[in-house]
């Protein structure tokens, strides 16, 4: 099989709907939710101390796979920033009738801004459909890892979690 996190370096879904971290249908009908695409049995936790909810659980041992209780999750996105392996995400699958918002980390300068329509990627970068950013979040708790929120036709919303670099003046 050539699909999967240890031939691609990004997680096939099936691996992805294997994992705990994921919201379930119901849940994700109801409002904006984290997504923890996080599917590899390794020693880390930041996502459980960031939740200020008490939505994610890795607990004992520490390589246990992140798990996201979706009824205490409000969406709120601080968890995002705070995961080492940018294996966070932020769906509100029914911001319109026909689009999604998607909030991903995003660490390449220049940063969008909001408004800017951009070219968003799925999990192995590639192109997948326009969007315009709604929200950059960059404060200094972030640490450096801005969060940019963009709105998506809403078939999209399994797909998209980042964008395509911007280029820089001069390059
Ligand atoms: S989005 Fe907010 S409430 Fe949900 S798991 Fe992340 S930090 Fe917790
Ligand atoms: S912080 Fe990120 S990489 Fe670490 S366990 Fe949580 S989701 Fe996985």
């Given at each position: 099989?050539?699909?999967?996190i240890?031939?691609?370096?990004?997680?096939?879904w099936?691996?992805?709907?294997a994992?705990p971290g994921?919201?379930?249908?119901?849940?994700?009908?109801?409002?904006?939710?984290a997504?923890?695409?996080?599917?590899?049995?390794?020693?880390?936790?930041?996502?459980?101390?960031a939740?200020?909810?008490?939505?994610?659980?890795?607990?004992?041992?520490?390589?246990?796979?992140?798990?996201?209780?979706?009824e205490k999750?409000?969406?709120c996105?601080?968890?995002?920033?705070?995961?080492?392996?940018?294996a966070?995400?932020?769906?509100?699958?029914?911001?319109?009738?026909?689009?999604?918002?998607?909030?991903?980390?995003?660490e390449?300068?220049?940063?969008?801004?909001?408004?800017?329509?951009?070219?968003?990627?799925?999990?192995?970068g590639?192109?997948?459909?326009?969007?315009?950013?709604?929200?950059?979040?960059?404060?200094?708790?972030?640490?450096?890892?801005?969060?940019?929120?963009?709105e998506?036709?809403?078939?999209?919303?399994l797909?998209?979690?980042?964008?395509?670099?911007?280029?820089?003046?001069g390059?």
């Open positions: 099989m050539n699909k999967g240890k031939k691609t370096g990004t997680p096939s099936e691996e992805l709907k994992s994921l919201p379930d249908e119901d849940r994700l009908e109801k409002g904006p939710v997504f923890i695409e996080c599917v590899q049995e390794i020693p880390c936790n930041p996502c459980e101390e939740c200020p909810f008490n939505a994610i659980e890795v607990g004992t041992p520490i390589t246990n796979l992140p798990k996201l209780n979706g999750c409000t969406g996105g601080l968890c995002i920033a705070a995961c080492p392996g940018l966070i995400f932020r769906v509100h699958k029914n911001y319109t009738d026909s689009t999604s918002l998607v909030e991903f980390p995003f390449y300068y220049p940063l969008p801004e909001e408004g800017e329509t951009v070219n968003c990627v799925n999990r192995e590639k192109f997948i459909t326009k969007g315009r950013v709604v929200r950059v979040r960059n404060p200094e708790r972030f640490d450096s890892t801005p969060l940019i929120t963009v998506i036709p809403k078939e999209f919303y797909e998209v979690r980042s964008m395509e670099r911007k280029r820089c003046k390059c």
